[in-house]
Nanobody, 120 residues
Framework: QVQLVESGGGLVQAGGSLRLSCAAS????????MGWYRQAPGKQRELVAR???????NYADSVKGRFTISRDNAKNTVYLQMHSLKSEDTAVYYC??????????????WGQGTQVTVSS
């Protein structure tokens, strides 16, 4: 019912920056929390950052001080600004949101993922 489309991934050198964007679309929906997970090859998917409807944020310890999550509620879009990227940040990054629709009172929706590769 809610579709998420990520953009902004790519190849970047260590120490560089990338900005990921994720836009939600659909009919008659309201978004609560939004955030980002990532999954490296052979690794468990992990929460990178999340932001509540009120703007409260949470970050994984590994990205604190380097990544910043933000959202534009008017555009139903969440962003992840990534600085000082490291090789261990290489992963597929997945956008998610918790949203209410006319059919589902509240559930998580996921984007298709965008690849972030940090070269040494």
């Amino acid at each position: 019912q809610v579709q998420l489309v990520e953009s902004g991934g790519g190849l970047v050198q260590a120490g560089g920056s990338l900005r990921l964007s994720c836009a939600a679309s659909g009919n008659r929906f309201s978004i609560n929390a939004m955030g980002w997970y990532r999954q490296a090859p052979g690794k468990q998917r992990e929460l990178v950052a999340r932001i509540s409807s009120g703007g409260s944020t949470n970050y994984a310890d590994s990205v604190k001080g380097r990544f910043t999550i933000s959202r534009d509620n008017a555009k139903n879009t969440v962003y992840l600004q990534m600085h000082s990227l490291k090789s261990e940040d290489t992963a597929v990054y997945y956008c998610y949101c918790n949203a209410w629709t006319a059919i589902n009172l509240g559930r998580d929706y996921w984007g298709q993922g965008t690849q972030v590769t940090v070269s040494s």
